[in-house]
């Protein structure tokens, strides 16, 4: 992750050297992938800053989140979960609209100036099934099963096509698991899956790959350690530290890492909202404030940009449970030092609330490549203007001060 792409550039040659890996072992499978990567693969040399993914699954509630309370129609939709004065953390120079209390870091953030809200963002022909909206979101393509044509995750085609690092993307959820391996190229995979054996580190036949492998996972146990012993003084509702701490161990290993991808669920609050969130938010501020402070003691939070997104929002009615359906429109939320804090995009109108759910106005593809091209310093077009794919690359805002 650290220092300039040169050195990257240098820190790869040798990885592969060391590793016995010639270029070979890194041969893009997929045709279109090969041509994007050859035609895009050397036009940006990129920043060197960290973006890391929060994925919060289940389909948050937005208005539960950032909650317009002067609006009579939201106040009339939710007779129960309808947020007041009371429990929201205004926002400056603002009677009408506020960041749930639950959730007091994310509302320092933002009076910091370091946390965005890009509104009612979404996609085309928005699909409800939570797995098909993630897979939307995870591959970038609305048009799945069509012209798209692409087996690979947006972020995956990312490190293809401009750092083609092994390490340059790290999923918190595979990182551990060999059978859920976050890349594709099958030598890389072999030597991973034989480096997480049991008995890896008895075994006398090990080759060069497996051994460099085996030692960049050593690494991140190692400074694992050593951030839980400077941090040991948190404490945490919920599974300790969760996905957020193995995030922070990801970045604290200096793999050349750019984009770490981590999940956050149980979003899915169809009863029983207003008690399931009383533990949801608490736990997410938590965690996340908890992973920001590892950054800095880390001196990586200058250069890190957090975006959270969701699959789908909510329906602006609250059920008879009391909780919210599957919606549309949703936020996207940036944070980090150089982030250009404040309100983007359509802010919630009566006539929005008005709507089943929110509607969207902003691509979820013109946010991302919008922090691909500003944050990453990658021209976002081949990740995302694929196999016939066609978009509103307008987002309408400067998201980066």
Known sequence: MGGCRENQK?????????AGMGLGALTISDPLLDLVAR?????????????????????LDVLSFLAP????????????????????????????????NLLPFFSNLYN????????QVGYPDAN????????????????????????APWYERLRRTYFDNPFGVLDTRSIGDPSRYGYPDSTYRRAAQDAFGRLARLKAGRTESDAAILSA?????????????????????????????????LASAKLDTQVIKLNYGGFDTHGS?????????????????????????????????????????????ENGSPGTD??????????????????????????????????????????FGNVIQNWLGFDPRPIFQIGGETYDTSDGSNLFS
């Open 10 to 18: 240098i820190a790869r040659r040798s990885f592969l050297r060391t």
């Open 39 to 59: 035609s895009y693969g050397q036009t940006s040399s990129g920043t060197g800053n960290l973006l890391v993914l929060c994925e919060l699954n289940g389909g």
């Open 69 to 100: 309370i002067g609006n009579s129609v939201y106040q009339s939709k939710r007779p129960v979960l309808a947020l007041n004065e009371s429990t929201v953390n205004l926002l400056p120079g603002r009677t009408d609209l506020g960041i749930n």
């Open 112 to 119: 910091q100036g370091e946390l965005a809200f890009v509104q």
């Open 128 to 151: 409800g099934s939570h797995f098909e909206s993630q897979e939307v979101y995870q591959f970038g393509v609305r048009n799945l099963g069509g012209g798209a044509g692409t087996s």
């Open 217 to 249: 996972y050593d690494r991140i146990d190692v400074r694992g350690e050593e951030l839980r012993s400077r941090t040991e003084d948190f404490e945490s509702t919920g599974e300790p530290r969760g996905d957020f701490y193995r995030a922070a161990k």
């Open 273 to 317: 909202q207003d008690e399931a969130n009383q533990s949801l938010f608490p736990n997410l501020d938590n965690q996340f404030s908890q992973f920001v402070s590892d950054l800095k003691a880390l001196d990586l939070w200058e250069r890190t940009c957090v975006l959270f997104y969701t699959e789908f929002g909510r329906r602006n009615e």
């Open 326 to 367: 599957h919606g549309h429109g949703s936020h996207i939320i940036l944070a980090g030092p150089s982030v250009n804090g404040g309100l983007h995009g359509q802010e919630v109108s009566t006539a929005d609330l008005n709507e089943k759910s929110l509607p969207y106005y902003v691509d979820f593809r013109a946010v």
